[in-house]
């Protein structure tokens, strides 16, 4: 039987079953859904898309995968080609991952490393933030602030080499006068911090951390597995504030199938770069640059800068903008928009109970937590199916 994530198995209603998906919708053995989740956050193009699908099948009749040790392919090299170009700055880099989390790690561990192989071994710190989400493997964990993982307090207690501040600049200040000479690394979700409660904070902060990361020799991480390509507006938060290194996962493959990238600038690359083989990045996971996969990604790309979708997700926010104008309940705390996405903070946990099932029955689906009720559309949707999954939001609280 599966085991389902996040879910407690003994009272968990019947999942619904996905029989076919295609553009925005959900096939399920009760009905027709818009995916309102983009299958958490990663669907960009819709479902079923014949040119992802076509690139896939390419790839196929010449090898699905080959492991990256001692050996390289077209995909993988064309595709790390690309991410240099697009990219900002010196982001150039690319190590891959399968999923999200293990990139995470592999940015930590080369923040580490990058101090270790210059001797700094006080630099053993990391300055995260408060309701940050970064993925579910150890340290992931260790940086987030997610409620889920309050076991690992009871087990472990409070961990000494992470720092959670909020997104205040006089904080961020003050960690680093406190702490800077132990830092190896600031790391955030830039702008948007998803899973935390999907929560919106100012630029400023991420340009106050970027000067005093400079002053103090620390480097600095975005982690938008969840942001990168498009979703807070820009193509990804580094166009506005450069890090030194990227994660990006989720939307890479345009959500087909998992995979991860690290990328660093060439400060950091050059730390591991001498004659010395402990100083390589001691990393390697089996299906890291699996060609399907980056195949897939390639493709997404090519899709999402040929079809102007900065463009279309602009269009999501103004449209989001329009609909939610005015729009309140006393039950409501907040309701908060950037680029593709838009959530609903209720007062009270129980104030949305019953919405995932009120919402199906309406044609949506989605997938509420806490005190959120949320949407990350894929961009390809269209402006009625948009004011639908906003309407039943809406909805909610009229009824
Ligand atoms: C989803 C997410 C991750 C983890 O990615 P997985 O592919 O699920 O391991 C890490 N960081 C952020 C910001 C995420 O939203």
Partial sequence: MIWHPYQQMKNMKEPYKVEKAEGVYLYTDKG????????????????????INEAIENQLKKFAHVMLGGLTHEAAEKLSNKLADMLPGDLDYCFYSDSGSVAVEVALKMALQYFMNKDETQRTMVLALKNAYHGDTFKAMEVGDDEDYHFVLKAYGESK????????????????EKYHSRLNSFIVEPLLQGAGGMRMYDISFLKRARELCDKYGVLLIFDEVATGFGRTGVRFVADLVLPDIIVLGKALTGGYIGHAVTVANKKVYDAFYDDDPNHALMHGPT?????????????????????NYIGKIKKIEEITRREM?????????????????VCIEVVDQKNIEGYQDFAFKRGVFSRPFLKYIYAMVPYIIEEKELIKVLDTMKLWFQQ
């Fill in 161 to 176: 080499n992470v720092v959670h501040i909020p997104t205040e600049i006089g904080e961020i200040e003050k960690a680093f």
């Fill in 32 to 51: 027709k859904v818009i995916d309102s989740v983009s299958s958490w956050w990663s669907n960009i193009h819709g479902y079923n898309n014949s040119e």
């Fill in 287 to 307: 299906f890291m640059g699996n060609a399907i996969a980056c195949s897939a990604a390639l493709k997404s790309i090519e899709i999402f800068e040929r079809e």
């Fill in 325 to 341: 104008e005015g729009f309140n309940d006393e039950r409501i705390k907040e309701i908060r928009i950037m680029g593709g996405c």
